[in-house]
């Protein structure tokens, strides 16, 4: 596995908010090295979503196995006048040793639900603070959207297209790894096949078109050297480009392969509707038809809605921005610290205190409900969150999470109630509950806070 995060050259440990590096020079200084509890957990689901795919999780672990601040890192922050030479000593021996509890990755998961539990030193439990958040809400910010995409598409063949408009490369590679759990079928990002071994597909682009002196002379040529290979129809003209392919097939008789063609603008669902026509009664019933160019799940109902002859969708850009909800209410929150209970008490932002499981009721072969509880406790149900790594090295040695997350998210989907699969937000949304003893806790807190300076004075 490949660095997971890679900024010009330069490895992880500086991929972290300044005020993270403040605050441990002050912990350090303070001697307030106990164990702290984190909990990861997105606040709610965006309009018109109905769960998350729980992802990023195999990226965090490797990152943090690898955490080390390196003699440039460590030559860089003390150019900014900031750190003592004391406090630059102690992060040179720095090392993540905590322990982290999860969902697993392809695990369906819905609001206030920790996701995740960082529970360390109090200083590299901040310290991770926005890697975690950047990893695991991107990663499952994209296999959310992406898994409404490959439910949308039936069945169809799904692959990703998005990695030049991906927010940069690292989300590109990302995009793909998440898009792969949530089912889709291939890539195009060349890297993400090399470092995830997804397997990765492409064949021309209107460019190559372009270039050559006709349509049908660019067809030829590539089909010989790519006999089996999908034609891009649309440069010209959609259906035009589609009696290209029918002259071609004419011209090389057996030796004719060509699998698929594709369509990549105008009125979808009306080019294949004719395409499949014309491919029909030239005899070519064997030649598919691939859609792509701005779809989303949306698009891909409406154009199966209309009984679109499509047989697969390069689906990325909206997918890979996320595009109608490229944020997530998610957060990172201290739940305790030297075995005490804290929280948060903003308004709109209040936190449960103290650590935490997920347990998960299943009745009739569907998921019923979840209880969030504390640690300690045992409701009926199946617990979501795993050990997954103990003293800064990982637990669950998978030699194919991807393989994994990609076939949990499957039967996790199957036992999900149609409502919730489907696009549209159900009557009532999947029920979520907050036991009677994280309540308690909660009120602990406020009651402490009114008027007292600490949870240690009361």
């Known amino acids: 596995m490949h660095d997971p995060i890679s900024v010009a050259g330069h490895g992880h440990a500086l991929f972290t908010d300044l005020y993270e590096l403040t605050m441990l020079q002050a912990y350090v200084e303070e001697r307030m090295t106990d164990v702290g509890a984190f909990d990861f957990y997105i606040r709610e689901l965006p309009p018109g979503r109905n769960y998350f795919v729980a992802c990023g999780l195999e ?5 943090l196995e690898n955490l080390r601040f390196s003699d440039e890192d460590l030559s860089f922050l003390a150019s900014l006048d900031r750190f003592s030479d004391k406090f630059l000593a ?15 990755e392809g695990t369906l998961a819905f609001p206030n639900e920790p996701l995740l539990e960082v529970v360390a030193p109090l200083p590299e439990a901040q310290l991770v603070e926005t890697l975690v958040l950047n990893q695991i ?12 995409v490959v439910t949308a598409a039936r069945g169809r063949t799904v692959v990703d297209f998005g990695a030049r408009r991906a927010h940069g490369y690292d ?11 949530a089912g889709y079928d291939s890539t195009s990002m060349v890297e993400a096949g090399r470092q995830y071994g997804i397997p ?31 034609l891009l129809v649309d440069t010209y003209d959609t259906l035009s480009g589609i009696d290209r ?20 603008s105008g009125d979808l669902t009306q080019l294949a509707r004719e395409s499949r026509r014309r491919l029909d009664r030239a005899g070519l019933t064997h030649v598919g038809i691939i859609a792509s160019g701005g779809l989303d799940e949306y698009a891909i109902e409406s ?29 990172y929150k201290l739940v305790s610290y030297a075995g005490q209970d ?21 009745s009739d072969g569907l998921f019923q409900g979840d209880i969030v509880v504390r640690s300690g406790e045992q409701p009926a149900g199946e617990a979501l969150l795993h050990h997954v790594m103990a003293y800064g090295r990982r637990l669950r040695l998978d030699p194919k999470p991807l393989d994994s997350a990609r076939s949990r998210l499957q039967e996790q989907l199957a036992q999900l109630s149609p409502e919730l699969k489907a696009l549209a937000p159900p009557e009532r949304p999947y029920p979520v509950t907050i036991s009677e003893s994280l309540r308690r806790a909660q009120r602990r807190i406020e009651k402490l806070y009114q008027g007292v300076d600490s949870p240690a004075s009361a």
Request: proline share 3%.
């Open 59 to 63: 990226t965090v672990l490797t990152a």
């Open 90 to 104: 102690w992060l040179a021996d720095f090392r993540f040793t905590g322990d982290v509890y999860a969902m697993l």
């Open 137 to 148: 809400h991107f990663q499952t910010a994209v296999a959310s959207k992406a898994s409404r």
């Open 171 to 181: 989300a590109a590679i990302k995009c793909a790894r998440a898009m792969y759990i």
């Open 200 to 230: 990765v597909v492409g064949t021309v682009a209107h460019s190559y078109i372009e270039a050559h002196d006709s349509e049908a002379d660019a067809f030829r040529r590539f089909v010989k050297l790519y006999p089996d290979t999908v």
């Open 245 to 264: 392919v029918i002259e071609l097939a004419r011209e090389l008789g057996e030796a004719f392969k060509v699998r698929a063609v594709r369509l990549d």
């Open 303 to 331: 154009i199966l809605k209309a009984e679109a002859p499509i047989n697969g969708f390069g689906v990325g850009t909206r997918v890979n921005t996320v595009a109608d909800a490229p944020n997530l209410e998610a957060a």
């Open 342 to 362: 804290r929280g948060k008490l903003s308004t709109g932002k209040v936190t449960y205190p103290g650590r935490k499981q997920v347990f998960r009721r299943t």
